[in-house]
């Protein structure tokens, strides 16, 4: 993958050489939960950075919440959502 400032999850997924099973088992995640991640749905931040690392040593450039568009971070107590590339 080429090296840019900003990747969406979309996108990571689109490309993916590997199953969403083979990348959950490697994430060490549920594939339901990679599938809900790749499909939009909210997802708390440790399982999103397993995730992002498992897409890091796949594509060979380092992926954070910081350089990932489209993912939904679950935060707080009661699970308010932050989505990653919007404005603060």
């Given at each position: 993958?080429?090296?840019?400032?900003?990747?969406t999850?979309?996108?990571l997924?689109?490309?993916?050489?590997?199953?969403?099973?083979?990348?959950?088992?490697?994430?060490?995640?549920?594939?339901?939960?990679?599938?809900?991640?790749?499909?939009g749905?909210?997802?708390?931040?440790?399982?999103?950075?397993?995730?992002?690392?498992t897409f890091?040593?796949?594509?060979g450039?380092?992926?954070?919440?910081?350089?990932?568009?489209g993912?939904?971070?679950?935060v707080?107590?009661?699970?308010?959502?932050?989505?990653?590339?919007?404005?603060?």
């Amino acid at each position: 993958m080429p090296e840019k400032p900003e990747y969406t999850i979309e996108e990571l997924f689109k490309r993916l050489p590997i199953s969403v099973s083979e990348l959950a088992r490697r994430s060490k995640i549920s594939e339901v939960t990679a599938a809900g991640i790749r499909d939009g749905k909210t997802a708390r931040i440790h399982t999103i950075n397993k995730l992002l690392a498992t897409f890091s040593e796949l594509y060979g450039v380092e992926l954070t919440i910081d350089n990932v568009k489209g993912l939904h971070v679950l935060v707080g107590r009661y699970g308010e959502e932050k989505t990653t590339g919007e404005a603060a």
